[in-house]
């Protein structure tokens, strides 16, 4: 059974840091990416970033460019997300989510659909 557990949101001030934890289970990460994603209320689900698991590359949103970063342990089969220089605007769920596979573009790593398992979320509230 595949699990994905997010951790590590609360509530902070802008300007300050937090780091989301993604612990996975049930699945080898191989020919794989994991991403974060976010909703906030009222909106669509928005891409954050994301990390393909054999190359290690980068992909992020232009809005969290220079903020935040996507990390990875190989051992622990979990990945991060440090968040810097927090805005109030960055206030949503954050989920973490993992692809069947890995794609050619960076283009299909922003969509949704395009991840088959998802967590079950962690709350990250900025205030002004």
């Known amino acids: 059974q595949v699990q994905l557990v997010e951790s590590g949101g609360g509530m902070v001030q802008a300007g300050a840091s937090l780091r989301l934890s993604c612990a996975a289970s049930g699945l080898t990460f191989s020919n794989r990416a994991m991403a974060w994603f976010r909703q906030a209320p009222g909106k669509e689900r928005e891409f954050v970033a994301t990390?393909?698991?054999?190359?290690?590359?980068?992909y992020y949103a232009d809005s969290v460019k220079g903020r935040f970063t996507i990390s990875r342990d190989n051992a622990k089969n979990s990945v991060y997300l440090q968040m810097n220089s927090l805005k109030p605007e960055d206030t949503a769920v954050y989920y973490c989510?993992?692809?069947?596979?890995?794609?050619?573009?960076?283009?299909?790593?922003?969509?949704?659909?395009?991840?088959?398992?998802w967590g079950q979320g962690t709350q990250v509230t900025v205030s002004p």
């Open positions: 990390i393909r698991w054999s190359l290690g590359s980068l």
């Open positions: 989510a993992v692809t069947p596979g890995e794609y050619l573009s960076n283009y299909y790593y922003a969509n949704s659909q395009n991840y088959n398992y």
